[in-house]
């Protein structure tokens, strides 16, 4: 009978050890191989689009592996992404911030499907809008980033009860999503610099800090873009799609 229970003993550990090997081997294999690999193939799609994303940028003034890195972060290059919260395409743009970009472009006012079928429209506003933040925020392009994800109304909300942006984000690195969203932009705009396919060179600062000159003042208005559910990367086989970035009027 002890003999028997040391051999079932002896199996157990057996078992256990190989069920440790092979879940190391699982966890090695997404860590190390699944997940650098899923995002080179979000890089390689936003890259695709790189004509759209650099004339966009261009228009605002805007660093375009910036704007690249916000792709990256919002839908991994997606233009017929939509999140849970509602926001559309490439960018993640809810529905009326980008009709109020929009109307300050003097464009006609997009429905959701242009959003969705028009990724040069999406990112025309998006960076309209990134660039209105970037203002609001003193050029300061990671609280933008913050309030682009969160919304600027709950930005200014988290500033006024800490003080200042500084004091909210020491309270906030490392427990605050969208803190982090604004720094893996930063860090998906320098690995875009690095790789050299949508511009190979960038600003001093990375961030080409806009200043109120550069910001038409019909264009300082409020706005309280909500804040997008982040899509994950996944693979696709989307085809660059360079529509006009402009919608033609209605008849």
Same mark, same amino acid.
């Given at each position: 009978? =002890?003999?028997?229970?040391?051999?079932?003993?002896?199996?157990?550990?057996?078992? $256990?050890?190989?069920? *440790?090997?092979?879940?190391? $081997? *699982?966890?090695?294999?997404?860590?190390?191989? @699944?997940?650098?690999?899923?995002?080179?193939?979000?890089?390689?799609?936003?890259?695709? &689009?790189?004509?759209?994303?650099?004339?966009?940028?261009?228009?605002?003034?805007?660093?375009?592996?910036?704007?690249?890195?916000?792709?990256?972060?919002?839908?991994?290059?997606?233009? !017929?992404? $939509?999140?849970?919260?509602?926001?559309? =395409?490439?960018?993640?743009?809810?529905?009326?911030?980008?009709?109020?970009?929009?109307?300050?472009?003097?464009?006609?006012?997009? !429905?959701?499907?242009?959003?969705?079928?028009?990724?040069?429209?999406?990112?025309?506003?998006? /960076?309209? &809008?990134?660039?209105?933040?970037?203002?609001?925020?003193?050029? +300061?392009? !990671?609280?933008?980033?913050?309030? &682009?994800?969160?919304?600027?109304?709950?930005?200014?909300?988290?500033?006024?009860?800490?003080?200042?942006? #500084?004091?909210?984000?020491?309270?906030?690195?490392?427990?605050?999503?969208?803190?982090?969203?604004?720094?893996?932009?930063? @860090?998906?705009?320098?690995?875009?610099?690095?790789?050299?396919?949508?511009?190979?060179?960038?600003?001093?600062?990375?961030? /080409?800090?806009?200043?109120?000159?550069?910001?038409?003042? !019909?264009?300082?208005?409020?706005?309280?873009?909500?804040?997008?559910?982040?899509?994950?990367?996944?693979?696709?086989?989307?085809?660059?799609?360079?529509?006009?970035?402009?919608? #033609? +009027?209605?008849?």
């Amino acid at each position: 009978m =002890g003999r028997r229970r040391r051999n079932d003993r002896g199996r157990w550990i057996h078992r $256990v050890f190989w069920l *440790g090997v092979l879940a190391f $081997v *699982g966890w090695f294999s997404v860590e190390r191989v @699944a997940r650098p690999v899923m995002a080179s193939v979000g890089y390689r799609r936003v890259e695709g &689009y790189g004509e759209l994303i650099r004339a966009a940028a261009a228009e605002f003034g805007l660093d375009p592996n910036l704007l690249a890195g916000v792709a990256l972060a919002e839908s991994s290059g997606r233009p !017929e992404a $939509v999140s849970e919260a509602g926001a559309l =395409g490439m960018f993640q743009l809810m529905l009326p911030t980008a009709r109020e970009r929009a109307a300050l472009l003097g464009l006609r006012e997009p !429905e959701r499907e242009d959003l969705l079928a028009d990724p040069a429209l999406n990112a025309r506003l998006s /960076a309209h &809008y990134l660039r209105w933040l970037a203002r609001r925020y003193d050029g +300061d392009f !990671e609280a933008a980033l913050v309030a &682009y994800n969160a919304g600027p109304g709950r930005l200014d909300g988290w500033i006024r009860r800490h003080g200042s942006y #500084p004091a909210w984000r020491s309270e906030s690195v490392g427990e605050s999503a969208v803190l982090d969203y604004a720094r893996r932009v930063l @860090a998906y705009r320098d690995e875009f610099a690095a790789r050299g396919h949508i511009s190979p060179a960038s600003p001093a600062d990375g961030t /080409a800090r806009v200043l109120a000159s550069e910001v038409p003042p !019909e264009s300082l208005v409020p706005e309280a873009q909500s804040a997008p559910v982040p899509v994950p990367d996944a693979h696709s086989d989307v085809e660059p799609d360079l529509a006009p970035t402009t919608l #033609p +009027d209605r008849p």
